[in-house]
């Protein structure tokens, strides 16, 4: 994993990860890089001089096939002042006496799921006394309505624009399109919510070319890679030429297990989670003078993990 912190530098002492012309400074393989937790003594300082070495890509090399983003935490950070709240009101609404804090709601992140996450919670503390003897199907129920209210809430909060994109969304999302690669958001919150983040953040003209892959389109939701091999089925392209934006463990887990590159960019909830298994990790896509990631570094990515068309090692 090439690791980054804010400003987009690799380890402590590398040069920045900037992406103009052909060169990627401080990249290194993580085949190499498993070899050298292998190795003892002055082997070591041989092998730190390698991973830093530079990998220079050719300008010719191919561009990804798609650029797939999760939502919650990568396009908005929606999750702490955003879904929690409209959780929240949705209990209050009905009636119950619940209030997920922002601790709690941030254990329950790794739940995937909406539905499956207030699941989760029912069944660790107790149901609420109007289902306590209900079967699991009226529980589904309940639970699906509950959702409901839930979407409709926060979709109202979307609308009024109070959560602003995260930077560099817009340029990167401008970038791939601009280049032929097909773009599509994959998430495991409700499609209408998606929809509206993407509509009312990007803009209705980007909305139409970005496709949504999300909620109960897929049976089984992150960490499952189910969400990802739809949408790389749907669009007619290779798992091994796309690029996934992610936020979360669960996420990075979904997109790697299809076999696709992953970038991160920590959010709020997530900072402190074990990112080792993505390709690159940052604090967020940044946009100029911060810039941390462009088009380019994903085609470098790309490259250097040995999936392009051509198969290249």
């Not at 817009?170 to 919510?193: F, I, M, P, Q």
């Not at 979904?254 to 992953?262: E, L, R």
Request: aromatic residues 6%; neutral net charge; charged residues 25%.
């Amino acid at each position: 994993m090439a690791s980054f912190a804010h400003g987009a530098t690799l380890l402590s002492s590398s040069p920045t990860a900037s992406t103009s012309g052909n060169l990627v400074s401080g990249i290194w393989s993580s085949r190499k890089a498993v070899e050298c937790r292998k190795i003892t003594g002055r082997q070591q300082s041989r092998c730190r001089s390698w991973r830093m070495k530079k990998v220079v890509a050719s300008s010719s090399s191919l561009p990804p096939e798609a650029l797939f983003f999760d939502c919650d935490g990568v396009l908005v950070d929606t999750e702490r002042d955003g879904h929690r709240i409209s959780f929240n009101q949705a209990f209050e609404e009905k009636g119950l006496d619940v209030s997920w804090d922002v601790d709690l709601y941030g254990e329950l992140l790794k739940i995937g799921g909406g539905k499956e996450r207030m699941t989760h919670f029912f069944n660790k503390v107790g149901w609420p006394p109007v289902v306590l003897q209900q079967d699991a199907k009226e529980r589904a129920a309940f639970v699906a309505g509950l959702h409901r209210r839930k979407t409709e809430l926060f979709m109202e909060l979307i609308e009024t624009g109070a959560l602003p994109l995260r930077p560099g969304v817009s340029r990167l999302v401008d970038e791939a399109l601009s280049n032929g690669v097909k773009v599509a958001v994959c998430s495991t919150s409700n499609e209408k919510a998606v929809s509206a983040i993407v509509r009312v953040m990007l803009g209705s003209e980007r909305a139409s070319s970005i496709q949504i892959f999300a909620g109960d389109v897929v049976p089984r939701k992150k960490p499952d890679p189910a969400i990802y091999q739809l949408a790389a089925s749907s669009l007619s392209v290779e798992p091994a030429r796309c690029v996934v934006v992610e936020d979360s463990g669960i996420g990075l887990t979904a997109a790697k297990a299809a076999g696709m590159v992953c970038i991160v960019t920590k959010s709020g909830y997530t900072e402190h989670e074990d990112f080792s298994l993505a390709d690159a990790v940052f604090a967020c896509i940044g946009d100029p003078p911060a810039q941390n990631f462009d088009l380019t570094f994903c085609r470098h990515l790309l490259l250097q993990e040995g999936k392009t068309a051509q198969g290249k090692p």
